[in-house]
């Protein structure tokens, strides 16, 4: 391509070619799938849904691990810019329970890629409202603040967090191989933060009632190796 079109004017034609031909035959934006590439990315202002993990490369073993963590940090630009879609897991699979949490906060589209005879169906039903559409979140999933300066493949564990209204929710994936320790907090789990709300109840998916706690308060947690959880934040009422 360099040899014969510049590349940005090339990126650009094709970019705009992709739109012509689905323009043509759907009447709304489509998924943007391998969007990474900031040429196309800032060139792409019709698609609604825009890819925000690396698809598995053919014949190399896949880490959905490397998926979320992608996902998480990439949402930071792209839910300003599009939909973040995390893509497509397998209800089936081990991992499959912290792949649909993470997909439920993301505030994006949920999919899977299982064959028919190998859906979950439980974890379908427990990913949606009980009129089977998604949750409608006040925005997409970002990661907390305590967690944009750490590794979450090395250092503390994956933490995104969602808003609906009052109440917060923090998803937790320990991404490694290690039990591992982490702080959480009601400063963790929002945007900007109510400075006249001081208690919060706090609910685990897992562990259920976990007490209360002060808007300026920590929680120091453990959680497994490779295993993850949710927690939400409710505000005390007077």
Sequence with gaps: VNSHLPKVEATKNITDAFKESYSKTFDTGLLSDEAHNSIHLYHSNTEDVVRTASPPLSGLQHNPNLGLYQSAYNSLLIGNLAIPDWGSFSSSKKDAWAQAAARVLSG??????????????????????????????????????????????????????????????????????????????????????????????????????????NVKDWIQRKIKAQDWDVVTFSPVKN
Excluded: C
């Design 108 to 213: 994006g589209p949920i999919y899977i890629n299982d064959d028919i005879e190998h859906i979950n169906h439980d974890l379908l039903l427990a990913s949606t409202l009980p009129n089977g559409e998604i949750f409608n979140w006040d925005h997409f999933a970002f990661p907390t603040r305590s967690s944009l300066f750490f590794d979450p493949i090395k250092d503390q564990p994956l933490m995104i967090f969602n808003t609906q209204g009052e109440v917060k929710t923090l998803g937790i994936f320990n991404l490694k191989d290690q039990d591992t320790g982490y702080l959480i907090g009601p400063q963790d789990v929002d945007l900007l933060p109510d400075q006249n709300q001081n208690m919060y109840v706090l609910f685990s998916y897992k562990e259920g009632y976990l007490g209360k706690v």
